[in-house]
């Protein structure tokens, strides 16, 4: 099953969704024959192993979940390749982190013996490769465990040991805590202040003058994600008014465009910093010198939160009940009218792209006016 290490690649989701369930079936049968005829094992010292296939932002707050869980446990992460240097800047919470070619179905059993995991964690929520890797690691492993989300995709579930209910009404984050607890544990978005207190604390915003702009999503259909230029424009000239210093972030690949919304603006206070920092370079300068963030909803988002930083989130299908930035001081803005918010996986954007885009009815007041609050909240 060739798979690609490419966000958003059409071909990896037709093999995922087409031979996938064939795979997961096979998967099934050869397990409840395993453990028809298997000996049980005596229970090995618990080793956990964390998967992540999703994309950084999935990462980031995975990693949010494994500090509030599991603070003293050692724990094991397997990622995409993709991932594979944001996971680096993670080096205080996992022993260790490899990276998963996923092109070897076997690629997870081989780092469940490299570091002898009795334990496994798949925080793959729709896609059937976490499945399947997880359930060829259980499949040809001594006495591995494993734990999935329970969706409505029937036979991935039942490659796992025990499944934890996926929910469609509550963030990403608390999946990942029920996921990680081994139940459906926390019910409500409203838990989170006291199961994260230190990104729902009382701290000062730290004033430096300085903001961080990030115009550029990924992913699936990423340009229903994005919003104009010309409204970036504007609210990059607002804030110089205002006395800040811009910096625009971005990928080696988001360099060009970056740098034309740059020169379009010609004021020497909006800097370029695409493809000139490493995440880990990027996440410490926005820690440091950052005052706050405005990102449509994408990685650099998440780590933003994960650097302390207040974050201005712009959202168009993307719910950001779901998805949006943690925080009591971070802001989740939609547009005023058009369809919007119905985003649960990522995917489920309508096929007729002029009902799919709204970021366009996002207006820059809308942002000016969550400018306003943060800067009144001194």
């Known amino acids: 099953m060739a798979l690609t290490e490419q966000r958003g690649n059409s071909s990896q989701k037709l093999l995922d969704q087409k031979i996938g369930p064939v795979l997961l079936f096979g998967l099934m049968v050869a397990l409840r024959i395993k453990k028809y005829f298997g000996n049980r094992k005596q229970q090995a010292p618990e080793r956990v192993l964390v998967v992540c296939f999703g994309a950084i932002g999935d990462l980031i707050v995975l990693t949010e979940a494994v500090r509030r869980q599991w603070p003293e446990k050692t724990v094991f992460l397997a990622c995409s390749q993709l991932n594979y240097p944001c996971a680096q800047m993670y080096q205080d919470i996992y022993a260790s982190v490899a990276a998963v070619n996923l092109r070897s179905l076997g690629s997870i059993h081989k780092i469940c013996e490299q570091f002898n995991i009795t334990q496994i964690y798949d925080s793959t929520q729709w896609a059937n490769i976490g499945p399947i890797q997880v359930g060829v690691a259980k499949l040809l492993g001594r006495d591995v465990q494993t734990t999935g989300f329970r969706t409505s995709a029937i036979l991935r579930n039942r490659v796992y040991d025990k499944v934890v209910q996926h929910g469609a009404d509550v963030h990403e984050v608390v999946n990942f805590i029920n996921l990680l607890a081994g139940r459906q544990w926390v019910k409500s978005n409203s838990d989170l202040p006291s199961l994260l207190p230190d990104l729902y604390s009382d701290k ?35 804030c110089v008014e205002m006395g ?14 970056t740098q034309s919304i740059v020169d379009a603006l010609g004021l020497k206070q909006v800097i370029s910093l695409a493809g000139a920092m490493k ?67 990522g995917f489920e954007y309508p096929e007729d792209d002029h009902e799919a885009y709204v970021l366009d009815r996002l207006s820059i007041d809308q942002v000016l006016a969550a400018v306003d609050r943060l800067c009144a909240d001194r």
């Open 204 to 238: 000062p915003i730290h004033r430096t003058g300085k903001v961080l702009f990030h115009l550029w999503p990924s992913g699936n259909r990423s340009y229903l994600k994005a919003w104009p230029d010309d409204y970036w424009i504007e609210l990059a000239k607002a």
């Open 244 to 257: 800040y210093t811009v910096y625009l972030s971005g990928a080696p690949t988001d360099k060009e465009r």
């Open 279 to 345: 995440l880990k370079e990027l996440s410490d300068f926005v820690a440091k010198e950052v005052e706050f963030a405005v990102s449509v909803n994408t990685g650099i988002l998440h780590l933003a939160v994960s650097a302390g930083v207040p974050v201005i989130g712009l959202h168009g299908g993307v719910n950001p009940e779901r998805w949006g930035p943690l925080g009591s001081r971070s802001i989740s803005l939609l547009p005023s009218s058009g369809k919007s918010a119905y985003l649960h996986y």
